[in-house]
């Protein structure tokens, strides 16, 4: 730190109890009392220097005591900066620092310490020292701001000290920071094998600062929050980018408010809070939440600018120290901008009402996700139409206006599967939130047919109308294979589900076998070109020329099994299908809309019969070969063609009754 000394006396102050003596060999003829401690001194160094104790003096003499009493109750500093003072009226030693700058100045000023009564008097020198010295340096600047508590802050701002000093720093922080105070490199040629900062070749002993942007963050969460939002306004004058005023902001909400740290352990979080009691943190709740509201509305309300885990660790913390509504709107409102970046880990706020209705925060989740859905409708600028339908070419999972929303309706479906096992979660909430998330948004519903199964597992007494009302959230069309399997031996979901996920099923294979189809034309037409080719490189290439020919028809003839087995797979579904008909029919008559008719008990009783009876299992495995061999004198395009028509003949008319 920087220091500029004054006087050229030996100290001859010495202090006894509540009193300070000057012993220079003469009685003191003028007693000063500054608040609590007395100071027996002489009239002519103070009136010589001072034009306030000039008329205090002459004052006190008028009335004939031997020893006058001065009161100064109003001096800046209070006694220990009048101390200062009075060794600068009689000449003694003393050193100007960062650290007692401010109340000398102030002091020098209330006491009326001009060049009138003497040349170098103590506001001149005082000034000298902040403009050349202290407002040229970084860390001398933000001592004798930190110096500017709520006694001297009047003073200061009166002198307009506070605001050169927060100019002086705000300057700096838009500054490179190695183009002024001490060398601050990260690497290069000043930083010595040892990792020390090396000055004109000798080792300082000094570690290399960072000169990244967020250099000064650590040193600005030192003020206290009145100067510190000074500070901050005057950077924001300054056009310092809004992420690096984030980055601060956030640094000095994690300095203190000790709930962003409760994760926190071991020496670290002893460390932490050691820091906070040095650095004057709020203690009471009242004020850690008036610092969370200021450090929220300080904050540029524009997306990225903070990671999602801070403003859900401020959100939690708001929702602990009771901040008001327009508080916690403001923060849901922010992580409804970025929501796609969040992990389910944020999501996962415990409820921290009185009600404790349920165990993590629903409703909450619900708001941001509304907030988020009205700004991306507002940032795609009406790319789905108003019924919340969307073009197929904007179906594309990687398209960049619909990848957000993607993002969101994943977490939510994870949210949701976390969520469902609380037997407290009323069935309407989950239904809302499932139901805020669009269907354009989920490519496949997986997800949140995982989150209704645990859901109807853990609420086993729901009724059988509120089970199909649950289960209408999902599309069926929209299960994958593996998905169709589990719910199609599901005990748990209604049977008019069960019939739809088996038509659409049976709908997906159909549509793989008609690729496949393509696919075994397509090599059909190519064979001949393949062997002819083949008997071309070996000619040309002689014995080993024609390898790769011969092990591309062998992978050929395999893939050509594969599709026969696909076809003997499709003609058991179909056998089994036409069976369930005829047993439907058997027991209840042929029913006009088996899918949106409600089963009776009867039927359901004889679905579970012909279920054991038939052994009902699907296996999403279509591809994989099974049940035998293709026979040497049999070609597999025949057979495989045959088999298929027999398929074909044996298809029903009436296929669609089963569509829901």
């Given at each position: ?119 170098g008097n103590l506001i001149t020198q005082t000034e000298t020292f902040l403009n050349h010295v202290v407002l040229r340096n970084w860390k ?47 690497h290069g040629p000043m930083q010595s094998p040892g990792g020390s900062v090396l000055w004109n070749g000798i080792s300082t002993g000094a ?312 696919v075994s034309e397509n090599l059909d037409g190519s064979r001949q070109l393949m062997r002819s080719g083949l008997a071309g490189a070996a ?122």
């Amino acid at each position: 730190m920087a220091c500029m000394k004054l006087g050229s006396k030996s100290d001859a102050f010495q202090r006894q109890g509540q009193a300070w003596f000057c012993t220079s060999g003469l009685p003191s003829d003028i007693t000063v009392e500054v608040g609590e401690m007395s100071f027996h001194l002489h009239k002519f160094p103070l009136l010589s220097r001072s034009g306030v104790m000039e008329k205090l003096i002459a004052e006190a003499s008028e009335e004939e005591d031997e020893n006058s009493i001065i009161r100064l109750p109003e001096v800046p500093g209070g006694a220990k900066t009048f101390e200062l003072v009075a060794k600068f009226c009689y000449g003694v030693k003393l050193e100007l620092t960062a650290s007692n700058v401010v109340h000398l100045r102030c002091a020098a000023d209330h006491l009326e310490m001009t060049e009138d009564y003497g040349e170098g008097n103590l506001i001149t020198q005082t000034e000298t020292f902040l403009n050349h010295v202290v407002l040229r340096n970084w860390k001398d600047s933000l001592k004798a701001l930190q110096t500017c508590d709520d006694d001297i802050l009047p003073y200061a701002d009166k002198l307009n000290i506070t605001k050169r000093c927060i100019d002086s720093l705000a300057s700096k922080a838009s500054t490179d920071p190695n183009l002024f105070g001490w060398p601050m490199v990260e690497h290069g040629p000043m930083q010595s094998p040892g990792g020390s900062v090396l000055w004109n070749g000798i080792s300082t002993g000094a570690r290399p600062k960072n000169s990244s942007s967020d250099w000064w963050y650590e040193d600005a969460s030192t003020l206290n929050l009145s100067l510190y939002k000074r500070l901050i306004s005057a950077m924001e004058s300054r056009g310092i980018r809004h992420e690096i005023i984030a980055g601060s902001l956030a640094s000095y909400a994690k300095m203190y408010l000790p709930g962003l740290n409760r994760r926190g352990q071991g020496a670290a979080s002893t460390d932490s809070s050691s820091r906070l009691v040095a650095l004057g943190a709020p203690a009471s709740e009242e004020e850690q939440r008036n610092l969370l509201e200021e450090i929220e509305r300080l904050l540029p309300m524009q997306k990225g600018l903070v990671s999602t885990k801070f403003l859900f660790g401020l959100l939690k913390t708001a929702m602990i120290l009771k901040a008001d509504s327009s508080c916690l709107s403001s923060l849901e409102k922010r992580i409804g901008m970025q929501l796609d970046q969040a992990t389910l880990e944020n999501l996962l706020m415990p409820n921290f009402s009185h009600s404790m209705e349920t165990l993590y925060n629903v409703d909450c989740v619900q708001r941001i996700v509304e907030h988020f859905l009205a700004m991306d409708q507002m940032i795609s600028g009406g790319g789905a139409s108003p019924g919340g339908s969307v073009d197929d070419s904007q179906l594309i999972i990687g398209s960049p206006s619909l990848t957000p929303i993607t993002m969101v309706a994943k977490l939510i479906d994870g949210y949701l599967a976390e969520v469902a096992p609380d037997v407290n979660l009323k069935l309407p909430k989950f239904q809302a939130l499932a139901a805020a998330v669009p269907e354009y948004a989920r490519p496949l519903d997986d997800g949140l047919y995982r989150a209704i199964d645990i859901y109807l597992k853990s609420h086993p007494w729901l009724a059988e109308s509120d089970r199909e009302q649950l289960c209408r959230l999902m599309d069926c069309q929209k299960l994958s294979l593996e998905a169709c399997t589990h719910a199609a031996q599901n005990e748990r979901l209604p049977l008019r589900i069960v019939v739809q996920v088996l038509f659409f099923e049976q709908l997906q294979l159909r549509t793989s076998i008609a690729g496949c189809f393509l696919v075994s034309e397509n090599l059909d037409g190519s064979r001949q070109l393949m062997r002819s080719g083949l008997a071309g490189a070996a000619a040309g290439s002689g014995e080993g020329g024609g390898g790769g020919w011969a092990s591309a028809v062998r992978e050929n003839q395999v893939l050509k099994v594969g599709m026969d087995n696909m076809r003997m797979r499709v003609s058991e579904l179909e056998k089994e299908c036409s069976t369930m008909r005829q047993e439907i029919e058997k027991l209840g008559g042929r029913p006009t809309k088996p899918a949106v008719s409600a089963p009776t008990s009867s039927s359901l009783s004889a679905w579970g019969s012909m279920s054991k009876k038939l052994g009902f299992r699907m296996k999403s495995q279509m591809c994989s070969a099974q049940e035998g061999s293709v026979s040497n004198n049999q070609t597999p395009s025949n057979s495989g063609s045959g088999k298929m028509e027999k398929a074909k003949q044996r298809r029903p008319k009436h296929k669609n009754k089963l569509a829901p």
